[in-house]
């Protein structure tokens, strides 16, 4: 049963510190997104890329954030430096692409910043 | 992208039929409708997804008004599993690499009750 994996699944650091956060999309698909999820702002989607080149990265802060796809297998979204407004669940999902995007979740990152 | 409108929440009896609502009135002709459920603690799940024709699969039925203006999600027997926030989202056909990305709103939270 192929499956989104992302790592680490929970993350406490401080205030200041870099958080990096990797997702590995399901082997074959072309397509992979980040969403962040808070109770206030529910799920909001960070960036997108697909076959390796970003197509929207609309929704994240640019002076903190970065995403990046080094190779098909594995997509790494970084925060630096961290702040407790950045506290919430990190979703990854992938999807094979074409006309309808079907997208399948990873189990995501608990990130609580101090 | 057009909107939607869930009501926040229902209840349904186990065993019964589940039939969640959705409004998008505002939807175009190359918007697919797209539901995904969120059990807690996880990562949103695919359940299925409609152009103008009703669909069904293992999960769900999808029921879609013939002016596409407004659609039903049909578990046709709930479990207690099934308890979860449902999302209806509309999302554009992906064209030239442009579109995919999915737009959640708040949802309808399901209580599914012994």
């Known amino acids: 049963d192929a499956r989104v994996t992302q790592t680490p699944r929970h993350k406490v650091t401080e205030m200041g510190q870099e958080v990096t956060m990797r997702c590995q999309p399901i082997?074959?698909?072309?397509?992979v997104f980040w969403y962040r999820q808070t109770m206030m702002q529910g799920l909001e989607l960070l960036a997108y890329f697909r076959n390796r080149a970003p197509l929207d990265d609309s929704g994240m802060p640019k002076d903190r954030f970065s995403a990046e796809m080094p190779d098909a297998t594995l997509a790494t979204l970084k925060i630096q430096p961290s702040e407790p407004r950045d506290s919430a669940v990190y979703f990854c999902?992938?999807?094979?692409?074409?006309?309808?995007?079907?997208?399948?979740f990873g189990p995501g990152t608990r990130l609580l910043v101090l | 992208d057009a909107k939607t409108t869930q009501p926040p929440s229902m209840d349904c009896a186990e065993g019964r039929a589940a039939n969640l609502p959705c409004n998008h009135s505002t939807i175009s002709g190359n918007e697919y409708v797209y539901w995904y459920r969120q059990i807690h603690s996880q990562g949103p799940q695919y359940i299925i997804h409609?152009?103008?024709n009703n669909e069904t699969n293992e999960m769900a039925s999808l029921i879609i008004t013939e002016d596409r203006k407004s659609s039903t999600l049909i578990l046709p027997h709930a479990t207690l599993r099934d308890t979860a926030v449902y999302y209806c989202?509309?999302?554009?056909?992906?064209?030239?690499?442009?579109?995919?990305?999915?737009?959640f709103g708040q949802g309808t939270e399901l209580s599914v009750k012994p």
């Open positions: 409609g152009l103008k």
């Open positions: 082997l074959g698909h072309n397509t």
């Open positions: 999902a992938s999807g094979l692409g074409g006309t309808q995007e079907t997208q399948y």
């Open positions: 989202i509309v999302s554009p056909r992906v064209i030239y690499n442009q579109g995919g990305k999915l737009i």
